[in-house]
């Protein structure tokens, strides 16, 4: 007997699936053209496949899943709609302000397309001398970035009465050095540029906050490369124009590390203490300004620190920055 009923169940799925004649059903199609022969999906004649809930995808966007929605022909049999995955363009304007206080300010404006374009090979670039100059800004950027946000207003200059060639050996100088001057005044915050000098030799300028104790900066630094000395002045100006003087000064040095092309500075142009709280705010253009990104930054970098100074606009993309001094 179960052999029999094992026999008849057999013969009942054989039948549903030779065809939708033999099984009594409406034929049942998918747009695509692939042909569905399982009899379940007849029944599911007038019902819809729920939505499904959208999702980020890799671009940040909103995408839906593909939705299956059932119709129901003219014959009374259902056929299927595979509806296409569709991505929301999610383009927008990146604004951002960094306010340092004291009528110091600065804004950038940029257009963020959803599809980035694709980065070339490391040293295969055919934009090679464009890109060493985008290096530069950014490298000049973060240095101005910090030293704005420490309040630096002293230049601190590290020498070595030896001919110090050894990069390496003078990072790891630099390393002890500051690490015996934060266990003395935890505090200290720096930001450091190195310079090669004609015969050779490696120095630091740095960028420091208030007064110095120079003897005990002396001191210090004797202990870690024995013969040397240090010097301490506040560059020209007063107020918020010595640290701008700080700024123009180490990213002279900067810049001239790249234009000499000293290999060793890569991935190591500046060092600077850890824990410089750069401000940043970043805004949202509002749909009136859309067609004019660069006058609404211009507005919100004066209502910030009171007055429009340098302003730059690029040729070729929709971007600019602009600053409160010139």
Known sequence: MRDERENERMTRIATADLGNDAAGLPNTHVSNGFGLNSAS?????????????PRPNEGGSTAAEPQITVEESGGGGAAVRLDKRTHLNDASYRITLRNYGN???????????TLKPAKAVRGLSENREENESRAVRRAKSRIRQRILAAKADHLLTL???????????ACG?????VRLVKARIPEWVYIAVPEKQKR??????????GR??????????????????????????????????LVKYLGKYLAKGFEEGHR???????????????????????????????????????????????????????????????
């Open 41 to 53: 999906l007849g029944l599911a004649g007038g019902m819809a496949a729920p939505a499904a809930a």
């Open 103 to 113: 009528g110091l300010g600065e804004i950038g404006w940029s257009f963020r397309p």
């Open 159 to 169: 020498t070595y009465r030896e001919n110090m060639a050894d990069y390496d050996r």
């Open 173 to 177: 100088d630099l390393s002890r050095f």
């Open 200 to 209: 050779g030799a490696w120095h630091w300028h740095m960028a420091v906050r």
């Open 212 to 245: 110095q104790d120079v003897e005990l900066l002396r001191a210090l630094w004797r202990s870690v490369i024995g013969d040397g000395n240090i010097d301490v002045q506040p560059p020209r100006g007063k107020g918020k124009d010595r640290r701008l003087s």
């Open 264 to 326: 060793e500075l890569n991935g190591r142009r500046f060092r600077s203490s850890l824990g410089i709280e750069v401000p940043i705010q970043y805004l949202t253009l509002p749909n009136d300004y859309r067609h004019d990104a660069g006058g609404y930054a211009l507005r919100q970098l004066e209502l910030a620190t009171g007055t429009v100074g340098f302003v730059w606009i690029a040729d070729d993309m929709p971007a600019g920055w602009a600053c409160s001094w010139k």
